[in-house]
């Protein structure tokens, strides 16, 4: 019997390694394969971090490779993961496939991921977070744009007509890739420019703000390079609603006024209680594993920003409309704990059923419609407790 040709170049391996890929992702996003682009982000496709969890164990179990998480953090597209999976299988076919040898930056054997690690299972979070902070002095600084490192490049989400682009702020946590908001952005796919930024100095070891008005001021640009001139909401999960309202400051003193800021579950820094950190980290490690980064520069980075901005007021970004939305359940891992996350200066405030955590996954898709309603209206309405 005719056997079918097996494909000779190394292009039409990749090819074939593509659409397996999309084969896998299209059935983890209930998509038909023939909707997902080679080219297309995997988050623009909608994929959170439990999403692809599901694709990274499909992979393995067909390849019969060990696939980090992060490789997809640092392969974003099915063409891209298919290039790095037919390397790795043609490396193994020829037997040189090894383990790369740690360094000091990346290991997390018998080093600061195992110490961070261990502190937070035996309910010491703070401690871990401060030795962290004192582990990053010996990190450079950078005050402003002019002596900073490059901001990671924006992922966009999504793509739409709308009148306002909406710009989200990670937290400021040790995670691998930028999957906060992948349910969230679903909800605007073909309607509104969703982006999404994270922040210099967790990927490697580079310079880290001196002052919180730094911080603001290296992503101002980013930010405005984003809205490409048309106006934009800020939108900002826990401590990505204090990086939204730097930037939202530094904006304004150059005369810049962003069309609002929403802040999803974002506690006021300086009435953050040692048990949220201590429940919330071990919250995050027990249940998201594998997106948290136990390397030295997601780790450093973690804990100098949350030492630079816990415990502080910010700057109150007076004249910008805030919208302020809270997860009404206990934080995970705590005594019956409620953030507080309604900020004296917010223009509205809408109560969500959910924890901290659920409220960008499970009730993500609760969250963009309260967000769609609130940027389509130009209403003045009471700065607290009114549902939309």
Known sequence: MPQEPTPTSSHEQIDLMATLVKTHAAAIAALPATEIENDQLFQEIGFDSQMLVGLVNGLEETTGLAIELSVISEHPTPYDLAIYLHGELTQRAKGTTHAPEPTPHDSTSGTIGDLFRQSVEDGRAVDAL?????????????SGSADAPNPPAPLRLSRGPGDKVLICLESLGPFLGNFTYARFSRMFL?????????????????????????LGRVLAPVVEGCADGA???????????????????????????????????????????????NGGTASLLASWPDI????????????????????RPLPPTTTTPTLSIRATEPFPH???VHLNSLWPDSLKCVDVKADHYSIVVEHAEEVA?????????????????TAL
């Open 369 to 385: 419609r309260i967000t769609a309603r609130w940027i389509s209206s130009g209403e003045e309405i009471p700065r607290t407790g």
């Open 334 to 336: 705590t005594d019956d």
């Open 190 to 214: 073909g309607t509104h420019d969703v982006y999404v930024l994270r922040y210099p100095g967790y990927d490697a070891p580079d310079a880290l703000p001196d002052s919180p008005a730094a």
């Open 231 to 277: 106006p934009f909401v800020l939108v900002g999960y826990c401590s990505g609603g204090w990086a939204a309202r730097l930037v939202a400051a530094q904006l304004e003193s150059e005369g810049i006024r962003p069309h609002s800021i929403v802040l999803i579950d974002t506690p006021v820094p300086d009435d953050l209680p040692d048990e949220v950190f």
């Open 130 to 142: 401060g030795f962290l902070a004192a582990t990053a002095q010996l990190r450079p600084r950078y």
């Open 292 to 311: 948290v980064s136990l390397k030295y520069p997601a780790l450093t980075a973690f804990g100098w920003h949350y030492k630079m901005l816990r415990g």
